[in-house]
């Protein structure tokens, strides 16, 4: 019987979830692109995204599309697709996700958790604080490295063995440090689109 244990704005805790109610929840709510699943052995987060989850997200996914094509760096990006293994007991919804290395793998089909690698990259915005602790989901899939927004700063996190520690540089995209994904991402909200845009892509030409 599942409780709820902590209600939060725009945001669910359940424990006690079985995997069959988890799976029935995703199914009944595939058109519902506004609302995140989040399972861990029982337990389940269900979150109702706002504009102030979303815009960092939305940001931050297009910073990746803009550097990945100034560098000419393949990438695949997979939004929120669903990841989820019953043999874990652990599944996600990512607010965004980005396969690069594997990004050939992957690119021109639909991807399927049960036997695909983990997407190299993974974008998180929390800005509630309040929430089920999505790095032990993530280490369990191999997701290699996840940029997490608190709401004032981008900090990048690398797996290493079986825990992700933080990290000044992205590995998935070299040139991008926390500071300047940061930095571009407060610059975005006081700066049109096209100029923004343009900085970004001048930006990744310069020599480093």
Not at 24 to 43: K, S, V
Not at 49 to 73: C, F, K, M, T
Request: overall charge negative.
């Amino acid at each position: 019987m599942a409780t709820v244990l902590t209600p939060v704005e725009h945001k669910v805790m359940l424990t006690g979830v079985s995997w069959e109610t988890y799976e029935r929840l995703l199914a009944e709510h595939q058109e519902a692109a506004g609302t995140r699943f989040i399972y861990d052995r029982g337990n389940l987060e269900i979150m109702v995204l706002s504009a102030r989850h979303e815009q960092p997200n939305r940001i931050l996914a297009l910073l990746v599309d803009l550097i990945a094509l100034e560098l000419g760096i393949r990438v695949c990006a997979v939004g929120s697709l669903t990841f989820r293994r019953e043999d874990l007991e652990k599944g996600f919804e990512p607010d965004s996700a980005f396969y690069v290395a594997r990004a050939n793998a992957v690119e021109g089909r639909e991807v399927d958790p049960a036997v695909d690698p983990p997407p190299d990259l993974i974008i998180e915005v929390d800005v509630t604080r309040e929430s089920l602790d999505r790095f032990p989901i993530f280490a369990a899939f191999g997701v290699p490295e996840v940029w997490r927004y608190d709401g004032s700063r981008v900090a990048i996190y690398r797996l290493e063995g079986s825990r992700y520690l933080e990290t000044t540089s992205s590995f998935a995209l070299p040139p991008l440090t926390a500071e300047v994904i940061t930095r571009f991402l407060d610059e975005r909200r006081r700066t049109d689109s096209l100029e923004w845009a343009r900085r970004v892509r001048h930006w990744a030409r310069q020599p480093s």
